[in-house]
Every structure is written in C-alpha cells, then in structure tokens.
C-alpha cells in the first residue's frame, strides 16, 4: 500500500452514491440502527442524477395493476413481472413516508376551486386530493407528482439537508471509491479516494448507488463523471451484471450548437407539444398510433430518423401555455438564446440505462453483503424500456428495501488491496483523449441504432482500450484514470451484451445497411 493509504475506517453501512436511491437506502439503515457513511464524489447537489430529473416520480395512487400494465407494455412485456409487483405495491407507501411525511416536498397542486373561508384554503393546500398529478408518455392515467419541470431538485435538496442533520449519517462530499474490499465472495469495504489520498473504508455492507453512463456518449442528459463506476466495481469484483443493451435516449434533449443545452421533460408532450421536422411537419402520427405519447425508444428513432431526412426536429409549444406551465423551462430557453415560440431544437441523447448490476427484491446482488439500487442496478422493472417517470420511484422503492436490510451485519475488516502510485503522474490529455475515442465508438456503433457487423467492431477497439487503460491503473491511482478504466469497462459490457442479443427489442434496435435510411439531398 502507498504512503497515503495509512488510516483505515470504519462504518456500519456504506453507500456509494448520493442520489434519491442512495439517500434512501441511507436512511432506511440509520432508521434500522446502523451507522451510515455516504461516499459521494459529486459536487452536492447537483453532481448526481436525482437532481436533474425533470418529469416527477409516478405513483399507483388507486390502481396499481393498470400501472404494472403500462410498466410491462412500455418494456415491450419484457420486464420481471415480480419486479414491477414489488414497484406498484410499495410505491404510495413509500411516496408518502419519504416524500410527505419525512421531507414535506412541496409538489404542484391543481387549480384551487373556489373555497368560502381561509380555514377551507387552508385545508385544501395540505391535503393529497388536489395534488396535481401529470401523465407522460406510455402512461394511461394522471399518476405522476411533479414540482414544475425540476421535480429532481425538489426532491433531492431537502433530502440531503435532512441527511446532513441525521446523527446517524455522515456523507463524504467530493469522495470516490476506486475499488471494493472483498474476499472469498464477501464484500468488505471499499477503497476510498479524496483530494489524492487512498484510503480503506470497511463496512459490514456496501450500498452501491452511483448513478449512469452518460459520459460514455457525447450527448447525454446526466451530470459529468457518470461513468458507469457501480457497475465497473461490481463486474470486476465478480458479480452478474445483466441487460447492459438496453440503454435509453430521451428523444427530447435540447440541443444548442450540436450540444445538449439542457433536456426538454417528457411532460411537455403529455400536455400537448408536438415534434416537427425541419420541414414543418409533425411526423410522430406516422410512427406510432400514440404519436408524440409513444414508448420513448420509439420517439426517440424517429427523431434520428427526421434528424437525419430534414436536418432538424422542433418541439413546438404553441399548443399549451408553454410560459405559465413550464416557467423554468422557459427560463433556461431564454438564458440558452432560444425563443421557444418558434419550437424548441431537440434531438436524442443517453438518458437512462435499464440494466446494471443484477439484484433481487432487496437490491442484493450475487456478492455476499454487496447491494446495488438505483440506475446502476438491474432490478427487472424497466426490462428493455423504461417508462417515464419511473427511476426516482424505483431507487425511492429499492433504497428503502436494501437500506434495511443491509443493517446490522457486523464489520470484518480484511487485508485491503494495495494501489501502487508507482510512475509519474499522466498529462491531463490523457483521460479526455481516450474519452473521446471512446465516446465516438459508442456513438457510431452502440447508440440508438446498432449494426450486428459494427458491433463486432466496437468490441475489438473497446477492448484494446480496455487493455491500455489498464496497464495505466496498475502503476497509478488517479482518480480521472480509474473513471477511463470504469468507463471502457462499462462499454464494452453494453457492447458485449448487445452483440450477444439478436433480437430487435425496446431500446436495444438492430438494422444492416440495407435497413437504414437513404442519405437527405443536398436541398
């Protein structure tokens, strides 16, 4: 072990990852008696995903088999019956507990009806019968709670500050964990890095939450550094990961220069915005019978197909109160020089992946006291597509289940392995040049569209990054080389798997040359 990897620590629980599942499972451990410490190498807040969520957090309200139904109809029935059971019964619950009774979130409200006395005002404001509950694609009903288009923020802001004053929580801000602690199919601990020092953190459970993939792609809705590090970890440390195709694109991520200025919720369709390609026409009616309000992988390949044909799709918001309904989307329309009148210049870009570490209905995976919930976990109830406004719920729902049951078990620190800092440090080039190679590769070969030739091909140049990178972390514990590392680990999984699946599904398209589109004319 280095110089800078003398002390050692010691938790109850630790969870990695300080998003909605993250925090949850935090909870729901220090609520069972245990100590927690949440590692968290983002900038609070908004370095985690949580807080970017826009649309809301779908609940069962009075009717959790016609929500199954959707979930199971948006995954193309390809998500774990089970999984969803487990979703849809314990989501009021849950909603209510965390984000009513504990945090108080304020979501919108429906339109006061007229009331005779201030005491009935103020009755109405604090019941759950005039909540405002919105529907987004793939939904059948009004079942999700939103505050404006920023229901992320709402949500994770109070959170934090309630986990902050927990004395039974401590959370490390600025903190990455480089490699877990384990023997013998047992999970220890996990090695710790802030500010260039190494050091080992030994827990009797190890909650991993840390979040997507986004910077495996050159467009994405996620916050910087999400590179896939849960899944990484757990792969390396031998657990089952599985359904590494299916990665989603949100169709309506705003794009400003080629580059994603900020994602436009789904919401915005489900009130009535329509998609218009660069000729003006809406074009969705011609993909889907439920045109703008079809399953996201299907808008999401019609937008790269209109993308394409015409040179540009516009969300056009002229058919609803864009200002009134939507202020803060408005606002960032207008601090990115957008006049939202004209329509809204979108295009696909990541958004969420459905698979990950495979875990059970307590968010336990394959490696003894080693728990993943979240986006890094692959818990079955997004199967090939998720649904929208259904990952807040689902790491609310698992967080709460695997906080719980990670409690209590006692800590049994190990030998912990030694990351050597042996050569001089890399150039900063280094890591931002091996990213771009890699982002181009998964954009061209593993993005919305996927050839089963060029699949093939993005193996092979993945795995001689892999390699590369590789021999870098051998002598070296840098934290920017260990995300590369998390990186081309992740990728090439999802390239892995969907070579492997031949089978056009949800999220997961398969075309030859022969499939795709013509090239647009030059007018």
């Not at 370095?47 to 970017?52: L, V």
């Not at 864009?322 to 202020?327: G, T, W």
Request: aromatic fraction near 4%; include cysteine.
């Amino acid at each position: 072990m280095s110089d800078e990897q003398t002390d050692t620590h010691e938790t109850d629980v630790l969870v990695v990852g300080s998003g909605i599942a993250g925090l949850a499972a935090a909870l729901a451990a220090a609520r069972a008696g245990s100590q927690v410490t949440v590692a968290t190498k983002a900038t609070r807040p908004e370095g985690a995903s949580s807080w970017w969520a826009q649309g809301g957090i779908a609940v069962s309200r009075d009717d959790p088999e016609q929500f199954k139904e959707d979930i199971l109809t948006a995954s193309a029935d390809t998500a774990d019956p089970e999984a969803v059971d487990v979703l849809v019964e314990n989501a009021n619950a849950a909603v209510e507990d965390v984000l009513f009774e504990t945090l108080d979130v304020a979501f919108d409200r429906a339109e006061p009806r007229s009331t005779d006395t201030d005491e009935q005002a103020s009755m109405a404001s604090t019941s759950r019968a005039d909540l405002d509950y919105a529907r987004e694609a793939a939904h059948s009903e009004d079942r999700i709670l939103h505050v404006d288009a920023a229901t992320g923020k709402h949500i994770h802001v109070p959170f934090l500050n309630y986990l902050d004053d927990h004395d039974g929580v401590t959370i490390l801000d600025g903190t990455a964990a480089l490699e877990l602690i384990r023997h013998e199919g047992r999970v220890h601990g996990a090695m710790l890095e802030s500010d260039g020092a190494v050091e080992p953190w030994f827990a009797g459970s190890v909650v991993l939450a840390t979040g997507g993939i986004g910077e495996l792609y050159p467009r994405t809705t996620n916050p910087d550094h999400a590179t896939g590090d849960g899944i990484a970890m757990a792969a390396l440390a031998g657990a089952d990961v599985a359904d590494m195709e299916y990665v989603q694109f949100h169709p309506t991520a705003c794009v400003v220069d080629g580059e994603v200025a900020f994602l436009v919720s789904e919401a915005v369709r489900g009130e009535g915005g329509l998609l218009r390609n660069g000729d003006g026409r809406r074009f969705m009616p011609d993909y889907h019978e439920d045109a703008e309000l079809a399953p996201r992988d299907v808008v999401a390949r019609a937008v790269k197909a209109e993308r394409e044909a015409t040179g540009e799709v516009r969300l056009d918001v002229s058919t609803l109160d864009f200002a009134a309904e939507f202020p803060g989307l408005a606002d960032r329309c207008g601090d990115h020089g957008i006049d939202w009148t004209d329509g809204i210049p979108v295009a696909p870009a990541e958004h969420f992946l459905c698979g990950g570490v495979a875990v059970d209905d307590r968010g336990r995976t394959t490696l003894d006291r080693l728990y993943a919930v979240g986006e890094c976990s692959r818990t079955g109830v997004h199967g090939a597509n998720r649904l929208a406004s259904t990952s807040l719920l689902e790491g609310l729902v698992w967080g709460l289940r695997a906080g719980e049951d990670a409690a209590g078990d006692p800590v049994q620190p190990i030998e912990a392995p030694e990351l050597l800092e042996r050569d001089p440090a890399l150039p900063d080039s280094f890591a931002r040049e091996k990213f771009h190679r890699l982002r181009r590769v998964m954009d061209e070969h593993v993005g919305v569209e996927r050839d089963p030739a060029d699949l093939q091909r993005s193996m092979a140049v993945l795995r001689r990054l892999k390699g590369e990178v590789d021999a870098y972390v051998r002598t070296r514990t840098a934290r920017s080389l260990y995300e590369l590392r998390n990186a081309s680990i992740t990728a090439l999984l999802i390239a892995r798997h969907a070579a492997e699946n031949d089978e056009s599904v949800g999220t997961h398209n398969l075309v030859t040359a022969a499939d795709e589109p013509p090239e647009p004319t030059a007018d």
